[in-house]
């Protein structure tokens, strides 16, 4: 690979240093926040900062290519826990002397955590960390103990280190404070939002194209995320059990650990790609999102985007996300209530129809540009603290 050059400190440009791991890795939710924020503050903020990209290896002033699908992820979760733990711990060590090359090659002025918790800074260098959710810490059963532990010997030694925090949430941002007791005052809320090239209502070919590849009935319920307990795929077919319902269930994303499959009356895509999510959620009758806990849940704003009617649960974030555009289900593990909106939701046309007129303006009350704006606000309050 050839040799990166250094980039030079400009006293009116900042140099951000931000970790894009996550654009190499498995294609979830932080993925597309680090690519939509990231291509949103280069189009807004190009002019006043220069931003470089680490990728675990090297740091480019390019963002890295979007991940394929990888089994790497797959092969660590089947191993036993203490394998798992330490080829992560390995894989880390790895990428810290990586990333402390990259401090020593380059000029930085501001670092930027996106993903579980920061690297080791030297003392002095400003940083601001993204925090998604405190599911790793809060509800450690709905997790692989490999992972749990890890995040245990990292997270809270590292938040001494963090100049500024962002939080997706506005339940995130009061998770914080209530567990690691972060003053809300040092706490900014930057909002998920969709990404209008891929999430917008398809015309009727798009749909029937994407129906025949994956060759789906005329009616389903979509469930979208990945196969994390938490997610609650398994109240589902519970849920239709109850109401009687004999309409299929199409699960899509990563399989993870609990495989949608696994629970009967779901038939599982896998992972699709990003082109065929819009035309997947207006095909469906709605998304069925029962999860128990969520930093923001991106998949209920998508799919209002492309006019699919959203089921989910009160918990956690989901209220701040569906706004009142969704259906909500009280408890997340009533599989008798959830089976009775499912049914009502599946033969009322009307109903359906409200739904996807409040799911457009609701998913029209985010966006990346304001996230960017927001973000950009708390980099440069790290670099340079308002006097107090």
């Not at 299929?248 to 009356?265: F, I, L, M, T």
Request: overall charge positive; proline content about 9%.
């Amino acid at each position: 690979m050839a040799a990166i050059p250094d980039i030079p400190k400009l006293p009116d440009r900042p140099v951000v240093l931000v970790n894009a791991i996550p654009l190499v890795q498995v294609a979830t939710g932080i993925c597309r926040y680090v690519r939509q924020v990231y291509a949103a503050l280069e189009r807004r903020h190009g002019h006043d900062a220069r931003f470089l990209y680490f990728d675990g290896r090297t740091a480019a002033p390019v963002m890295p290519a979007p991940a394929a699908w990888s089994s790497r992820v797959e092969l660590v979760r089947r191993l036993p826990t203490p394998l798992a733990l330490a080829a992560r711990l390995a894989l880390h060590a790895r990428r810290e002397l990586a990333f402390a090359r990259v401090l020593r090659r380059h000029h930085v002025d501001v670092y930027h955590e996106t993903a579980f918790f920061p690297f080791r800074v030297p003392r002095g260098l400003p940083t601001v960390f993204t925090v998604h959710d405190l599911s790793l810490q809060r509800h450690p059963q709905w997790h692989p103990q490999e992972r749990v532990l890890y995040g245990r010997m990292f997270f809270r030694r590292r938040l001494p280190s963090v100049t500024r925090f962002l939080s997706v949430s506005e339940f995130t941002a009061r998770e914080l404070t209530a567990w690691a007791g972060v003053a809300p005052e040092r706490i900014t809320v930057t909002p998920l939002a969709h990404d209008p090239v891929l999430f917008h209502v398809p015309d009727a070919a798009r749909v029937a194209a994407v129906r025949a590849q994956y060759r789906l009935p005329e009616r389903f319920f979509l469930f979208l995320g990945s196969g994390d307990p938490r997610k609650n795929v398994a109240i589902i077919p519970r849920a239709m059990a109850h109401a009687g319902l004999e309409t299929p269930v199409v699960a899509v994303g990563w399989r993870g650990w609990d495989d949608p499959a696994s629970h009967g009356r779901v038939r599982s895509l896998g992972f699709v790609p990003d082109a065929d999510l819009a035309a997947l959620y207006a095909a469906a009758l709605a998304l069925v999102y029962p999860s128990r806990y969520e930093g923001f849940g991106l998949p209920v704003l998508e799919a209002m985007a492309c006019g699919c009617p959203v089921v989910t649960t009160r918990t956690a974030s989901l209220p701040e996300a569906g706004g009142d555009a969704a259906l909500y289900l009280d408890s997340p593990d009533d599989a008798t209530s959830l089976g009775s909106l499912l049914r009502r939701l599946a033969g009322d046309d009307a109903l359906r129809a409200r739904c996807r007129t409040k799911g457009l303006a609701q998913a029209a009350r985010f966006s990346w540009d304001r996230t960017a704006d927001a973000t950009w606000e708390a980099l440069a309050e790290a670099v340079s603290p308002s006097p107090v």
